[in-house]
Structures are given as C-alpha cells and as structure tokens.
C-alpha cells in the first residue's frame, strides 16, 4: 500500500498542461443500483429502512461536468458472465465448529474490549477533532492532511456500522451529507492514491453494508473527481491532481516516475463503483492501467515482478532494478487476487487469477526469507530484491518492512481463492514471521523496519551465534537491548499500523485455528498499551525501549479506526461477521461486496 506515510521517496513533480479545451466529454448517465442481498450480520438485524438525513446538500462543484481535453473514447463495459468463463471460486473461509460456551465468552469479553477502545477513540474524535482529518491524540487537537474532506471520519463509517455503533454511524453520515463538499479542498494537490484507498473505498464499503443513498451519491461524486485524473494525453493517472487546473478541463501532466502502487491500486474502488452504478467509465479507466501492467509483468528483470518505480508518462512498467512487496509496491500486488474475486464469474477473473499466480511464484523465488532465529522457528519473512541487469544474479536485502505483513495474508487468501494449499502454508508462515516480530520486542509491538540475517536454506537453519554477532557488527544501526535474532530494527517506531493484525485476521479466516485469535489477543493488549493517551492512542516512537511511559508522537492515522481496530474486532466475532466469501477488503480495510 503505498502512501506518503507508507511510501518513501515518492516523486512529487506535478506540471500543468496549459492547452486549451476542445474535447467535448459526455457523461454517461448511470443507472440506479441493484438491489444487493442483506447481509446477515448479527448486530444488523431489526434496523429501520435505511432513510437519508433531512438536508443533504450537493456538491459546489460539480466533477460530472467538466469538460475533458482528453476524452476517453470508446469505454469497455464490465466484463460478464460468458461461456468462457472459468468454473466459480472456491470457498476462501474455514468451516468452523460450533464453539464452546466458555470459548464464546472469551472471546466475547475480548471483543468488547475491542469495542469499548475503539469507542474511546472514537469520542474523542468526535469532542476534539470533529469533521477533521486526523485526531491529534496527545494535544488533543485536529489535522488536515488528506484535503480536509474529514478522512478518519469517511474512513471509520463501515468500522461504526460493523461495531454495531449506530448512532454513531448515523451521525456520521449526517456530517458526511451535510459537510463534506469535494469541490473544494484544504490542498491544491489531491492525491490520487490515498483519496481512492481512504475516502472512495470508505463511501463504497459503508454503502455496501447500509445501503445508505446519500453514501452513493457521494461516492459518485468522489468518482467523477478522481476520474479527471485520467484527463492525460494517454489516459494514465496523475498522482496528484492539480485541484484548481482539472476543474477547467485542460489536460493534466502525467508524472514522469512514480511508485507502481500508486497506479497499481485503483482497480478495486474504480471497479466496484462502476459495479454499483452500472457506469463502466470507472472501471474502463483502471482496466486501461492494469492492462498495462499486464503487458509488463514478464518483461521484468524479475518476470512476474514489477519495479518499485514505473513511470505512467512512458507507459513503462519494466524498466527497473529494485523490486519489493512492502511499500511503494505493496497494494499493487494485494490487488490482483482480489480483482479475480471481485470480477467472479468472467473471462477477466482467470487474466487476474494469472497474474496473481506470477507474482506470487516470483515473490517467493525473490522475496521471501526464513531468518536465523535462536529458538530455531520455522518463520518467513519478505525482503527486497535487487538485480543488476538482465541474466545478472538477483540480491535479496533481509530487510522488512511492518508493511509487507500484509503478504500473508495475501497468500493465503490467494492460495485459497486459486486452489494451492501451499500458499496457504507460506501465508501461515509469512504471517507467523510478523507476529515474532512482535512477540520478541520488549514492549509486545513489532517495529516499522527491521533487519534479521536470513538462513542460507529455508529446511534447515539452526541458531548460529558467530553468524548473528557478525550480521550485527556489520550494522551501522544495531542497537543495545535489541533482541536477538535482529540485526536492526532501522525504524523502530509503531504507528498504529495493521499489516500484521490483517493477516492474523485472514489466517484466522481461512485456517479456523484458535491460535491466531491468541495471537491476535497478545498483540492488542500491547499496542491498547503500549500506545494509549489520555484521549485515544498515539504511534509509539520505539518499540524496542525498555520502560513506560515509551516516548509517543502526537499523531493518529485513520487507519487506526479504519483497519487496525477493525481487524482486530473482526478476529473476535463471529466468522460469519463479513465473511472472506462475501467480501473482498481494499487496502484500508474497507470490505467490498462480492457480486458473483
Ligand atoms: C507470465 O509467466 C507466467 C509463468 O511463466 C505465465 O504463467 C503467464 O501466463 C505469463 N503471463 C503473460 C501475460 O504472458
Ligand atoms: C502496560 O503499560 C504500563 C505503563 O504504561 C507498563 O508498566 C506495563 O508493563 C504494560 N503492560 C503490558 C502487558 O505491556
């Protein structure tokens, strides 16, 4: 996934095209959605009809109407149905047993405590922070980073709706019918990426699980924005859309290199909103981007891989020495199993089935790593990936990133959706490999960045002090009290992250296995610790301090409300609570309907 904060180095060049406008752009006009089955989730029942709030106010701008300099031509509808279709997925979640009374109340109490964090949190957004981007969660203040449109608010609806929390739900799309207006904004430079991923996969998910109008009408809205950003001359996004310049129509400048998950990770929104309206314009947008990276993807100097950097203004997504599935890269990947789940049943589902089947074979070959550990664990983690040239020899960097823990996960969804069993077990061992990396901190949270020295075979690795006394020596930043095993831990922050709760989630999910809600339990009672403030929590600065209170940054990211806490709730209740066989998460956790 990612991100500014997930993405480091990312180039931030934006030029404006200064043409004149000449194209006339016709909007299609879309349809009312279908109706989509209920879902059956225990706290939803009994609810009335779902109604809007009293005045909800359009938009000042209206994105539907400008007038593209480069229209798109002839739009692809969504892919059908077809005799060519591939045979139905299988199914992704375990089938789980009846618990016991005593297990349900464990697991019950745990939840609440889950819940009752969240709703701490959530208060004080509310008193402090109201309408704002983020909570400061030290001073107890607001920030606007994400163009004001209020992004943990957006970000947390379907958390709300999930939680059962509805008055909370429903005071919150009040504010979101009432103030959210995304015709204008705090920054002149919108960024493409963390719009789609935040405020458009928020809008989608919330009217998936309520079926709330106004959360639709302005999910179109958002829409219509982020589809100038494929007002370019090739029709690739822009990262950033020039706020005041795409109004008008003019062409924007695509970016001459970016990071592939930025273009990577606008299928799944686009997609889905397209599914919802019946407008394919969205969808035939991201399907012109993947289809490019499909051309691409064996072209690589790791086939099956994409470069870290790709460049949308040359329409180049080969040319590239570094490769990785932590950030920058991260969604990219995370995508394209869940694109096939999303487009079930059609032609293109096997095209993305492919895809995924590729990188997964070549990230394992290039990526993954089991690390020489002193209790001698059979664990995984994933590193970086460098080659010099064609044929020369690739170069695995142990170095990992809170932000590949997500991979997991992805395996094992993918090793599920695809049929292949070892998937699944790389997942189980991926996602262990996360869950060590905060089991042995002293503070029970793993860190942002991290080293370890990686075993020479992955079947036999047994503990070799002179080995890891010699990885540490070589390491400008080791540092006293780190445990052994690590090298480094480069970063050695929490910021609230929920990579690693994500694949605990899914392994729960898909394997049934009890010891993940364990994990799970271990990791949330350090980090409700570890990271509480007065008002909500706080990213820690180092995990690997030995003392409380740990120094803290007075910063919240939405993601906390919006996947961290979420998974973690999810863990604890029952399987059928958004089921992996009915929804497919975007990159922030928001769960999508699965139509087929
Ligand atoms: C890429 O290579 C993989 C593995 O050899 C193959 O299965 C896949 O079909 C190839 N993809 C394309 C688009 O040619
Ligand atoms: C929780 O935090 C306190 C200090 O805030 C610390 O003393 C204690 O050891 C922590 N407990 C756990 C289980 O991490």
């Known amino acids: 996934m990612y991100r ?15 043409f004149l406008s000449v194209a006339y752009y016709l909007r299609s006009s879309w349809s009312a959605p279908q ?15 779902p109604a809007d709030p009293p005045s909800s106010k359009t938009a000042r701008f209206d994105w539907s109407t400008v007038q593209f300099e480069h229209p798109p031509g002839p739009i692809r509808p969504l892919p ?8 139905p997925l299988p199914r992704v979640q375990h089938v789980f047993k009846p618990e016991s009374a005593a297990q349900s109340a464990l697991r019950t109490l745990r939840r609440d405590e889950v819940r009752s964090l969240f709703r701490k949190n959530w208060a004080a957004y509310r008193t402090r922070a109201w309408g704002r981007d983020a909570l400061l969660p030290i001073s107890g203040g607001g920030r606007d980073q994400f ?4 992004a943990t608010l957006v970000d947390a609806l379907d958390t709300l709706w999930i939680m059962g929390l509805r008055d909370e739900f429903d005071e919150a799309v009040a504010y979101v019918a009432e103030h959210v207006d995304f015709g204008k904004s705090t920054s002149d430079r919108v960024n493409t990426f963390e719009t789609n991923i935040r405020y458009l996969g928020g809008l989608l998910a919330a009217y998936d699980l309520s079926r709330r109008p106004v959360l639709l009408r302005k999910a179109v809205e958002l829409g219509d924005l982020l589809y100038v950003a494929f007002n370019t001359p090739n029709r690739m996004p822009v990262d950033f859309i020039d706020f005041v310049a795409a109004k008008t129509g003019r062409g924007l400048m695509v970016e001459e290199s970016v990071v592939s998950a930025s273009p990577g990770t606008l299928s799944l929104e686009l997609t889905r909103l397209s599914q919802i309206t019946g407008d394919a314009r969205y969808y035939d947008a991201a399907a012109r981007v993947m289809d490019l990276f499909a051309r691409g993807q064996n072209e690589t100097l790791i086939p099956g891989l994409w470069p870290m950097f790709v460049s949308m203004r040359r329409m ?13 890269a991260d969604s990219l990947y995370e995508y394209l199993p869940k694109m096939a789940a999303l487009l079930e049943p ?20 290039a990526l993954l790593y089991r690390p020489m550990l002193p209790g001698g664990e059979d664990l995984l983690m994933a590193g970086t990936a460098s080659v010099n040239a064609a044929g020369a020899p690739v170069v695995l960097d142990p170095e990992t990133e809170h932000l590949s823990c997500f991979i997991g996960g992805a395996y094992a969804l993918a090793g599920k959706l695809f049929r292949r069993p070892r998937d699944v077990e790389l997942g189980a061992k991926l996602t262990r490999g996360c869950v060590y990396s905060y089991r042995a901190m002293p503070t029970g949270m793993g860190p942002e960045r991290w080293n370890m020295v990686p075993c020479a075979s992955r079947t036999q690795c047994s503990w070799d002090e002179e080995r890891w006394l010699a990885g540490k020596a070589e390491r400008p930043e080791w540092k006293e009290g780190l445990p052994k095993g690590f090298t480094t831990a480069k970063d050695p922050r929490y910021i609230l992250r929920p990579e690693a709760i994500e694949s605990v989630f899914v392994l729960y999910r898909v394997t049934g296995r009890y010891e993940y809600q364990q994990m799970a339990w271990e990791m949330f009672k350090a980090v409700a610790n570890g990271t509480a403030t007065e008002f909500a929590n706080a990213a820690v600065m180092d995990v690997t301090a030995r003392g409380y209170p740990l120094p803290q940054e007075d910063y919240m990211e939405s993601f906390w409300l919006a996947e961290t806490l979420k998974y973690f709730y999810l863990v604890f209740s029952p399987p059928d609570l958004i089921s992996l066989d009915d929804y497919i998460f975007n990159t922030e956790a928001h769960p999508f309907r699965r139509p087929g």
């Not at 109706?35 to 009809?49: F, Y």
């Not at 059908?80 to 045979?87: E, G, I, Q």
């Open 80 to 87: 059908k149905s077809s005799s060519s279709s591939p045979p």
């Open 147 to 150: 163009s004001g449109w209020a």
């Open 346 to 365: 059609s032609p293109e589902q096997a095209r993305y089935a492919a895809m995924s089947r590729a990188f997964l074979d070549a990230a394992d070959t």
């Open 316 to 328: 180049d997504v080969v040319t590239g020495n570094t490769f990785t599935v932590a950030g920058c």
């Open 35 to 49: 109706p989509l089955e209920s879902a059956v989730l225990e706290h939803h029942m009994n609810h009335d009809p």
């Open 4 to 18: 500014p904060q997930r993405t480091r180095n990312r180039n931030l060049l934006l030029a404006v095209a200064i």
